[in-house]
């Protein structure tokens, strides 16, 4: 059974950084697409980024520039590190496989809040 917990979250002042882990047990090898998502108050779900088994990355307009996904298969982690941090970034982070997303398959996500 697979299993995805992620962490790095926290409180940081805007122009901070931070970077969220995510690791991954059970059935998900350097093959497996990763991606990063986000869901803040009152909004719906939405995709941050994405990094394929052969390291290519997507990264949504709204963060494009300031954040980064990256991974090390050899620790079965994937990392996201965040720059630049705005009020608007505020949200819960989840990592995923997109097999899990049609599942509705989340873990428990960990909460970035970015405030003065």
């Known amino acids: 059974q697979v299993q995805l917990v992620e962490s790095g979250g926290g409180l940081v002042q805007p122009g901070g950084s931070l970077r969220l882990s995510c690791a991954a047990s059970?059935?998900?090898?350097?093959?497996?697409?990763m991606d990063w998502y986000r869901q803040a108050p009152g909004k719906q779900r939405e995709l941050v980024a994405r990094i394929t088994s052969g390291g290519t990355t997507n990264y949504a307009g709204s963060v494009k520039g300031r954040f980064t996904i990256s991974r090390d298969n050899a620790k079965n982690t994937v990392y996201l590190q965040m720059n630049s941090l705005k009020p608007e970034d505020t949200a819960v982070y989840y990592c995923n496989t997109p097999i899990r997303t049609m599942r509705s398959l989340w873990g428990q996500g960990t909460q970035v809040t970015v405030s003065s």
């Open positions: 059970g059935d998900i090898t350097s093959s497996s697409t």
